[in-house]
């Protein structure tokens, strides 16, 4: 069945959920080179060459480095992505559980700091937002530390009300709705009156899994706008279009 569109929201929301990398960050910035190089490390650590398995693992071309939007590295859990690589040298090492800490020995994170490079004028939007009275939160895979580092780096962390992260307890990864459920019984709104904005299938998902006044997508991260519109009640170029979403309120 064809999903239809809309190009603009009758009415504002009350609160705008923002997925974070590949939204408001460049997810290749932050992930892409991430990836190969925690690969490579893992290859001198067990002394094989195991780059290209692992980035295969994570949804990554070893050649283009292109990113799968629905591959591990752009949905998956830290702890998920950490098992897969566990997982797969074990046999190289003497159980599962010195291959996992392996793993987490040589995750270090990317620098929030250093590699996040915002996809629009995030404080002026955010800005804008709450101006009408627009609240906003921040549902991602990311971990909360890393998350809290980002936001503040950009100058946004003020505006984020809510912030629903991969390590939370007892809070489902994406498609399912529990991050969405979890801002809105937070802000004590319903989620119909919420969007939810985001950049890969995943996103659009949870938005429609949860009943969201609309699941948006922006163009900016690892989707085309014309593989979002299967699932996005709206697709935009970026984040920065937000602001042509709803007629103005004041």
Request: glycine content about 6%; overall charge negative; proline content about 8%.
């Amino acid at each position: 069945m064809t999903h239809k569109r809309m190009t603009q929201l009758a009415q504002p929301p009350q609160v705008v959920i923002f997925d974070k990398d590949g939204t408001l960050i460049d997810f290749r910035r932050m992930w892409g080179n991430w990836a190969v190089q925690f690969a490579q490390r893992m290859s001198v650590a067990v002394q094989r060459d195991v780059t290209a398995d692992i980035l295969e693992l994570y949804g990554v071309d070893a050649v283009t480095h292109h990113i799968a939007p629905q591959g591990a590295l752009a949905i998956a859990p830290m702890p998920l992505m950490q098992h897969l690589v566990a997982q797969y040298i074990a046999p190289w090492q003497r159980s599962y559980a010195h291959a996992l800490l392996l793993v987490q020995q040589l995750w270090q994170e990317p620098d929030p700091v250093r590699e996040a490079l915002p996809l629009a004028d995030l404080p002026r939007i955010c800005a804008w937002l709450h101006a009408q009275g627009i609240r906003m939160a921040v549902a991602t895979a990311d971990n909360r530390q890393p998350t809290l580092a980002t936001l503040q780096h950009l100058g946004i962390a003020q505006y984020m009300t809510v912030i629903a992260c991969a390590d939370d307890v007892g809070v489902a990864p994406k498609p399912a709705p529990d991050k969405i459920f979890a801002v809105c019984r937070a802000l004590a709104v319903a989620p119909h009156s919420a969007i939810m904005v985001g950049d890969t299938p995943a996103d659009m998902q949870m938005g429609r899994n949860a009943g969201v006044m609309a699941s948006v997508g922006v163009a900016s991260g690892l989707t085309t706008a014309a593989e979002l519109a299967t699932l996005a009640d709206v697709v935009l170029p970026d984040v920065g279009h937000l602001m042509t979403l709803w007629p103005p309120t004041c």
